[in-house]
């Protein structure tokens, strides 16, 4: 990572540490998110080999059974490097602490790690429709992902109209980090939006469920 | 009413194919306490039917009541009252010990200690589960793994149990055991029933009452006695001589029973040995399609 920055001194107008701290908050809330919901990833397999009949007979809810089948808590290990990154960067940084600011932090993580939740939830919902759906969804998933660690300023157009608004990536670390420091953010993402993520984090969630509803409705159920 | 469907329709989209129906504008009442076994060719929609009923398929046209609710909008209340064994599915967990396996169903459905361990006795008692409780579940035999199935679908006590084939597979003993305790619970909790099966012997075992569905239509609703009479399917009496022959002596059950057969037949000849065939059920399907054309 070091040298991805090493050359350039700033990135979309950001310093490294700034950078480091979007990276931090991106990667933390993301593991957490994987860490409940990644075990929707094997959502395809139990859809090809038919297993899917059985959770519907439970009475529980099908998400619910899906992501508690499989809880890793060894998946919170990958958490360390942004856990690190962030603590680090949250020292480095020049930083105004009030209870506004520690606020903002907190509601962040809670909102950015649910965002990122309703992107698995919905890339799930996806698979009932696509064949090979996997590869399609993990484009949103993982590049939502690592377009979350990357200051949105740098991003091109479409990336901007898909992690800007539709799964909104933008306002999980990189505005969050520019209300914490204080900085104004461009024109399309003024800072003052890291005090709606609630909001982005509600519209996230209605979008998610409405796919998966959406998919649990059209499965074809498993032969036999 | 426990089981209702009014012209309940189910098609798949294939591609560059026309649509299939699999199930045709189906019109079904089952009462509670029947037990009806729902036969049919390959194909006839017989699982499709049960995934509408237990609220896994949505359907395509049509309304489906199960245990006077709504299989997608109530699926979790019907899921309480319904145990449902798939012959080609587990549902229990491949690595687990067998009696782990029922702790955790015990827990999502909510079970109490004591209910819970009150029925898991008399279900490891009634289907014989105790020698290999402690087996994960990828070890068992296929019998064995089926009457696990069963005591893990009726663990809950539920109303309606459904089962897709639970015979598949299972040598004769095997299938004799699984039907005498169906029959044993049935009369312990006076539990409704809904079977298919490929296997006569099921339907003679444990049901009262036979539907027959044809490419997604029922083209039968009644008694099995009714069926064989519809369709003039017969009893063969197959009796060996003493001179060392065999003779098949085919004979309608609804006017003459076996033993008046048989003491014709010994009236004639000295029998040494005798078994009696039943009508199969492939062949009392056949001759429904083929008079319903
Ligand atoms: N998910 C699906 N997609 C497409 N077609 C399907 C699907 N599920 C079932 N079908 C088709 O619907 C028809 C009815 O299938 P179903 O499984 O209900 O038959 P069945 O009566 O249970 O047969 P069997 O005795 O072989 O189990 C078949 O022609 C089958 O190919
Ligand atoms: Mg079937």
Redesign the pocket.
């Given at each position: 990572m070091w040298l991805v920055f090493h050359n350039v001194k700033a990135l979309g107008g950001l310093t490294f540490t700034q950078v480091l701290l979007v990276f931090g908050i991106a990667d933390v809330c993301f593991s957490l998110a994987d860490m409940f919901f990644g075990h929707l990833d094997s959502l395809p397999t139990y859809l090809r080999q038919g297993t899917l009949d059985v959770f519907y007979l439970r009475p529980q809810p099908l998400l619910l059974q899906l992501i508690t089948s499989d809880i890793s808590l060894r998946r919170l290990s990958r958490a360390s490097v942004g856990l690190a990154s962030m603590v680090i960067a949250l020292w480095l940084n020049d930083i105004h602490w009030s209870a506004a600011t520690v606020g903002l932090l907190a509601m962040t993580m809670i909102c950015s790690t649910a965002i990122y939740c309703a992107v698995y939830v919905w890339a799930a919902g996806a698979q009932f429709f696509l064949v090979n759906g996997a590869e399609f969804t993990n484009a949103f998933v993982y590049g939502g992902r690592y377009a979350a660690t990357q200051p949105a300023s740098v991003w091109n157009k479409p990336l901007k109209v898909v992690f800007g608004f539709i799964f909104p990536m933008a306002i999980t670390a990189y505005v969050p980090t520019l209300a914490l420091l204080g900085l104004p953010g461009p024109s399309w993402l003024p800072a003052w939006l890291a005090w709606t993520t609630p909001l982005f984090a509600a519209w996230s969630w209605i979008f998610g469920l409405a796919f998966w509803r959406f998919g649990v409705r059209h499965y074809?159920?498993g032969?036999? | 009413m426990i089981i209702e469907t009014d012209q309940l329709t189910r098609e798949?989209k294939?591609r560059g194919k026309p649509k299939?129906v699999?199930v045709d504008h189906l019109d079904i009442r089952v009462e509670p306490g029947e037990t009806v076994g729902y036969i049919?060719?390959?194909?006839?929609?017989?699982?499709?039917?049960i995934k509408m009923l237990t609220g896994i398929l949505v359907p395509t046209s049509g309304s489906v009541r199960t245990c006077g609710l709504d299989p997608l909008k109530q699926r979790r209340e019907l899921a309480r009252r319904v145990g449902v064994v798939f012959g080609q599915r587990s549902q229990l967990w491949w690595d687990l010990p067998t009696a782990e396996s029922f702790t955790i169903l015990g827990a999502i459905h909510h079970l109490g200690r004591t209910e819970l361990t009150a029925r898991r006795d008399e279900l490891v008692e009634q289907l014989e589960l105790g020698e290999f409780l402690s087996t994960p579940v990828r070890q068992l035999s296929l019998g064995q793994r089926m009457r696990a199935e069963v005591a893990a679908a009726l663990l809950h006590s539920p109303q309606l149990i459904i089962l897709?084939?639970p015979t598949i597979g299972l040598d004769v003993l095997s299938k004799q055991r699984l039907r005498d305790f169906l029959v044993a619970e049935r009369r312990r909790h006076g539990t409704t029933l809904l079977l298919?099966t490929?296997d006569m012997g099921d339907i003679e075992r444990l049901c009262e009452r036979v539907l027959v569905?044809d490419h997604?239509r029922l083209a039968y609703d009644g008694s099995l006695a009714g069926l064989s009479r519809t369709v003039g399917a017969q009893r063969v009496l197959v009796v060996d001589l003493a001179d060392g022959t065999r003779q098949r002596i085919p004979f309608d059950a609804e006017k003459v029973t076996a033993a008046t057969v048989l003491a014709q037949a010994s009236e004639r000849a000295e029998v040494r040995d005798l078994s009696i065939e039943e009508p199969d059920i492939e062949d009392v399907v056949r001759r429904i399609y083929s008079a319903a054309r």
């Open positions: 074809q159920g032969g036999g | 798949f294939r299939l699999a049919g060719a390959n194909g006839a929609g017989k699982s499709t039917t897709d084939e298919t490929h569905v997604g």
